[in-house]
Every structure is written in structure tokens, then in C-alpha cells.
């Protein structure tokens, strides 16, 4: 049930970068320019988060490109651009999981932390 659960966080998160995106190429005031290459850059940051594709990357750069379209751009700070912030940074933190093309390609990382035994401290 994790990795269904990390899968619905993955395309909740996609859906808000992805409407950010839209905001910054369809919404927006200004004509051509980087706005529009942000939110087209956001979009596909969204379609690449949908399927799992080295999600921890695209959640790092869709985080960075966020805050500076936030500051710079002029993507208004709404619910929405809050929320895939925030989302964008969890799915940095907590990987893509197990229904993804991440698991696919380079299948799962395990952690395992031997006990160690004859130390002073047992």
C-alpha cells in the first residue's frame, strides 16, 4: 500500500506543477519570453513526474524553477503554486516508489544496518 500511496503523492504533485506550468504559459501577461519556457519546462516536469521518470531529479528542478518563477517571473503565489512547492520538495525526500519507472530501470535501494557485535557498549 506504500508505493500506491507514493504513486497518488507523485501525480497530485504533477497535477500542481503541471497547472503552474499552465499558468505561466497560458495566464500570463507578458508575451514570449521565460515565462513561457518555464511553463512549458514545468509541464513537462509534471509528465515526467506522472510516469516516475528520475523523479528525485525532476522534484529537485521543478522545486528550483517553482520558487524562481514565484520571484522573478511572476507566477502568482497561490494555493496551487504553495502546494507544488511543497510537493515537489516531499517527492525529493521520499522517492518515487514502487509504481514507477524509476523501480523499473534501476530497481529498489535497501538500507540495511548490520548490528554490530563484541563492542563495548553491549
Do not use: C
Not at 521518470?53 to 503554486?81: D, E, H, M, R, Y
Not at 540495511?112 to 553491549?122: F, L, Q, V, W, Y
Amino acid at each position: 500500500m506504500v508505493g500506491l500511496g507514493l504513486f497518488l503523492l507523485r501525480v497530485i504533485t504533477a497535477l500542481a506543477v503541471g497547472r503552474s506550468g499552465y499558468s505561466l504559459l497560458y495566464e500570463s501577461a507578458a508575451g514570449l519570453g521565460p515565462s513561457h519556457l518555464a511553463g512549458f519546462v514545468l509541464s513537462l516536469f509534471g509528465a515526467l513526474m506522472i510516469i516516475g521518470f528520475v523523479t528525485t531529479l525532476v522534484g529537485a528542478l521543478a522545486f528550483g524553477l517553482l520558487l524562481s518563477s514565484l520571484i522573478w517571473l511572476g507566477l502568482p503565489f497561490t494555493a496551487t503554486s504553495a502546494t507544488a512547492a511543497g510537493l515537489s520538495l516531499v517527492s525529493i525526500l521520499l522517492g518515487p516508489g514502487y509504481y514507477s519507472l524509476d523501480a523499473s530501470i534501476f530497481g529498489w535501494r535497501r538500507v540495511e544496518i548490520a548490528r554490530r557485535t563484541g563492542t563495548k557498549d553491549n
